[in-house]
C-alpha cells in the first residue's frame, strides 16, 4: 500500500542513521538503512529542519535514546486495517517488559492468527517509536526484526536499564 509522503528528514541515532517520513497527518514512516522493507528513496523532499512533526519525532528519539520520557508525535502508518490495529497493541507494550507474539495475539482475540500478526509486526513502518522490538519469541528468543537483530538486542539492553534506572 503506498502512502502519500510528503516530507522526509534524516535522524542520527546511535544505532545508525534513519529517514523519517510523514504524511499530511503524522509520522508515516521511520527506517534504518537498509532495513526489511525499507521503500527504498522516497518521492519527498528534504526537511529544512522547520517542520513540526519531523522535529518532535527528532525530539521523541533523542529522548528515547537519553532513557528520557518523550510524547510521541502524530502517527500515520499506512498499512490494512489488521496491521494497523498490530500496531497500535505494539504502543501498550511498556518498555523493559517485552510481549510474545502468542499474548500479542490473544490480547487481540486472534489466537489463531500469530503468525499474521508476526508478519504485520514485521511490517511496521515506524521503527523504535511504535516498539515491534518489544516482540519476542515464547521462549524469549529475540526472533526476527526488520533492523537487524544487533538493533533489537541493542534496544531492548537500552529500555531494561531505562527501567532499572527509573525504578
Known amino acids: ?51 513540526a512533526v519531523l522535529s518532535a519525532t527528532a525530539a521523541a528519539l533523542t529522548a528515547y535514546f537519553s532513557g528520557r520520557p518523550f510524547t510521541l508525535p502524530p502517527l500515520d502508518p499506512a498499512g490494512t486495517a489488521f496491521q494497523r490495529e498490530v500496531w497500535q497493541a505494539l504502543l501498550d507494550i511498556a518498555p523493559g517488559a517485552p510481549d510474545t507474539y502468542g499474548h500479542l495475539a490473544e490480547r487481540l482475540g486472534r489466537a489463531q492468527a500469530a503468525r499474521a500478526l508476526g508478519a504485520a509486526v514485521g511490517r511496521n513502518p515506524i521503527s523504535i517509536l511504535i516498539p515491534c522490538h518489544r516482540v519476542v519469541g515464547a521462549d524469549g528468543s529475540l526472533t526476527g526484526y526488520a533492523g537487524g537483530l544487533e538493533r533489537k538486542k541493542a534496544l531492548l539492553k537500552l529500555e531494561a536499564n531505562v527501567e532499572v534506572m527509573a525504578a
Request: no cysteine; aromatic share 4%; proline share 10%.
Open 1 to 51: 500500500m503506498s502512502h502519500h509522503h510528503i516530507l522526509q528528514r534524516r535522524i542520527a541515532t546511535p544505532l545508525g542513521p534513519l529517514t523519517a517520513a510523514r504524511s499530511a497527518t503524522g509520522l508515516s514512516g521511520l527506517w534504518f538503512d537498509g532495513q526489511k522493507h525499507h521503500p527504498g528513496p522516497l518521492d519527498a523532499p528534504e526537511d529544512d529542519g522547520s517542520d
